[in-house]
């Protein structure tokens, strides 16, 4: 039961976040595999400060559960980590390869690391660096316009040890725009018009399809955190999404009851009730 030990850590003034989240898709439709992640629960509650989007799983499949949980309007940065067994460095890379970096300010502080987490303000990599402005907002920020159609210029930035395959504007769970890459395809500067017409949330991601030595991960991957857009006052939301985390909140809850592992049943029902 996640959520019970994020209060715990929320009431010690930690952040709590959900670490290598996905290999493969989460089915709900697939009845004849359990799916005991409780991470929309977490979501729904507002227990959950940050997802690691980059860590030891796949990052796009990571990734497209990520945008569905941004879909449903529940603003979640993008956070890292190695998760390495240090006695088994090669089997997916040594401790450092994947990690988050936060906007803090000129001089390294904790607290506003923290702070700087909590808010958005960052980009998760295990290789490529990536900054990222919409409508001259930064990561984490909020673009406000008034109802209508608009063009909002996004500008993007990559430097890559390694070449890269692609550089991506994600607007909703879609790619809105992809960007050139010349050259040995580890860096550039680019700006473009984004058409706009109702509220959502925005990140610029870059990835290979290849593993590249000497990044030792299953691939060169790297996203930023949302910009959201909010156009005439309207909610992000996405029927299809609900729907889909429903339907997982369903299978989770039907799991829980089945699980033969509890204590005691009091201890069961504290949890579903939860």
């Not at 550089?167 to 725009?177: D, F, P």
Request: hydrophobic share 40%.
């Amino acid at each position: 039961n996640n959520p019970a030990v994020f209060d715990l850590a929320h009431g010690q003034g930690a952040l709590t976040g959900y670490v290598h989240p996905f290999d493969t898709p989460p089915d709900p439709g697939k009845m004849e595999e359990p799916l005991t992640h409780d991470l929309p629960v977490a979501a729904a509650l507002g227990k959950l400060d940050y997802f690691e989007v980059v860590g030891f799983s796949d990052h796009l499949v990571t990734s497209e559960v990520w945008y569905r949980l941004l879909n449903c309007g529940f603003r979640l940065p993008a956070g890292a980590g190695t998760d390495a067994m240090a006695n088994y460095a090669s089997l997916r890379g040594p401790v450092g390869v994947d990690r988050v970096y936060v906007k803090t300010g000129a001089r390294p502080d904790h607290a506003a690391w923290l702070r700087g987490l909590r808010a958005g303000r960052t980009f998760a990599t295990n290789g490529p660096l990536l900054e990222f402005s919409l409508g001259g907002k930064g990561i984490g920020d909020e673009l406000r316009l008034p109802s209508g159609s608009h063009t909002v210029q996004a500008r993007a930035t990559l430097r890559s040890i390694v070449p890269v395959d692609h550089l991506q504007i994600i607007g909703n769970g879609t790619v809105v725009a992809d960007l050139p890459l010349a050259g040995d395809r580890t860096s550039a500067t680019t700006t473009r018009g984004i058409p706009i017409t109702t509220s959502g949330w925005y990140v610029l991601r870059a990835y290979a399809e290849h593993p590249a030595h000497p990044i030792l991960d299953i691939y060169p991957f790297g996203t930023t955190s949302p910009i959201y857009v909010t156009v005439g006052g309207g909610r992000v939301r996405s029927k299809d999404d609900a729907g889909y985390f429903l339907a997982w909140i369903d299978r989770l809850e039907k799991s829980a009851r089945e699980h033969r592992g509890w204590n005691t049943p009091a201890e069961k029902e504290a949890v579903l009730n939860d």
